[in-house]
């Protein structure tokens, strides 16, 4: 089983920056595809974006394509999510999560693909 942490949450100003990191334990951590997704209040979860298990290849949601990049360091067991040019509508909680298919392509969007979960972290952007 893999435990996941998120972290680097807070409140930023509209065209901030952050960096969120997730940290894994436990399991193989280079075999599986990772993926971000993020849940503000009274919405569903949303795919942000996943990397493959050797970084290789990114996929992004389209309003994320030139604004947030996923990396991971697999020597460090963490993956991350660097955000620019932040808006309001980035406000939610942002979560990783491995994908249960592992490496397999193509990489997914849909949450149902998604098995082991982070508990989140704030990211609140002002106006």
């Known amino acids: 089983q893999v435990q996941l942490?998120?972290?680097?949450?807070?409140?930023?100003?509209?065209?901030?920056?952050?960096?969120?990191?997730?940290?894994?334990?436990?399991?193989t951590f280079s075999r599986y595809t990772l993926g971000w997704f993020r849940q503000a209040p009274e919405k569903e979860r949303e795919?942000?974006?996943?990397?493959?298990?050797?970084?290789g290849s990114t996929y992004y949601a389209d309003s994320m394509k030139g604004r947030f990049t996923i990396s991971r360091d697999n020597a460090k067991?963490?993956?991350?999510?660097?955000?620019n040019s932040l808006k309001p509508e980035d406000?939610?909680?942002?979560?990783?999560?491995?994908?249960?298919?592992?490496?397999?392509?193509?990489?997914?969007?849909?949450?149902?693909?998604?098995?082991?979960?982070?508990?989140?972290?704030?990211?609140?952007v002002s106006s």
């Open 5 to 27: 942490i998120e972290s680097g949450g807070g409140l930023v100003q509209t065209g901030g920056s952050l960096r969120l990191s997730c940290a894994a334990s436990g399991g």
């Open 47 to 55: 795919f942000v974006a996943a990397v493959t298990w050797n970084g």
């Open 77 to 83: 067991n963490t993956v991350y999510l660097q955000m």
């Open 91 to 124: 406000t939610a909680v942002y979560y990783c999560a491995t994908d249960r298919r592992l490496w397999k392509l193509p990489m997914s969007m849909d949450p149902g693909d998604y098995n082991y979960w982070g508990q989140g972290t704030q990211v609140t």
